[in-house]
Structure formats: C-alpha cells, structure tokens
C-alpha cells in the first residue's frame, strides 16, 4: 500500500488549499481513511476521516472550515481548506485503516500513512 499526498504550500491566514492523497494497492471505496497533522513539538493529530460508507468525521478545531472527500474512481482522498489560520500550520499526513470505519480520534485505526506535505500559514 503506498499513499502519496500532495497539495501542500503556503499560505495566508484566510487562504485555501485542497489536498489530495493517492492511493496504490488500496481499494479506497472499501475502507475508512483520515487526515491527521503534526506540528513542530506536538502530537500527530487527526483531522478528518471519511468511511466507507460515505460519513465524514471532524476535529472540533477544524469543523466548518476543512471538507474531506473522496473520490472512488481516483482512489484518492481530498481534504479541502478554507479560512486557514496560522495554528493549522503543519505536516498533514494521509492514513488508510483496514475497517470500513474511523475516527480522527483513534490513530490506531489506521494501518497506512503516506509521507506528509507541508502546510504554512503565515499571518
């Protein structure tokens, strides 16, 4: 299984970014996948998962602003942002579970993880 994100720059606070994760020797449509992030000296975090039956779960730090999606046909996961902020700042990583079911909560759900791709920012 390889799972390779991009997307990732920099912004300013107020901006958008949509990133994507790839996903190879994974059927994405039959499993839950996430996003997590981990910033300088912190814990990896989750961020959004998406299950196999299409129910989307957020971070209270990022409801209403952050939207994951996925997209069967593509094998590929998205995690569009708006409204960012300067404490969203981080390394965001792509993560497949082998359960049709996840939550952000629970990294031990998840089997895979991609590389990460950086997100910035700046105020």
């Known amino acids: 299984v390889q799972l390779v994100e991009s997307g990732g720059g920099s912004v300013q606070t107020g901006g958008s970014l949509r990133l994507s994760c790839a996903a190879s020797?994974?059927?994405?449509?039959?499993?839950?996948m996430g996003w997590f992030r981990q910033a300088p000296g912190k814990e990896r975090e989750g961020v959004a998962t998406f299950d196999s039956v299409g129910r989307a779960s957020y971070a209270d730090s990022v409801k209403g602003r952050f939207t994951i999606s996925k997209a069967n046909a593509k094998n590929t996961l998205y995690l569009q942002m708006n409204s960012l902020k300067p404490e969203d700042t981080a390394m965001y990583y792509c993560?497949?579970?082998?359960?049709?079911?996840?939550?952000?909560?629970?990294?031990?759900?998840?089997?895979?993880w991609g590389q990460g791709t950086q997100v910035t920012v700046t105020s």
């Open positions: 993560a497949a579970s082998r359960n049709w079911d996840c939550r952000p909560g629970r990294k031990a759900d998840f089997a895979y």
């Open positions: 020797g994974y059927t994405a449509s039959s499993y839950c």
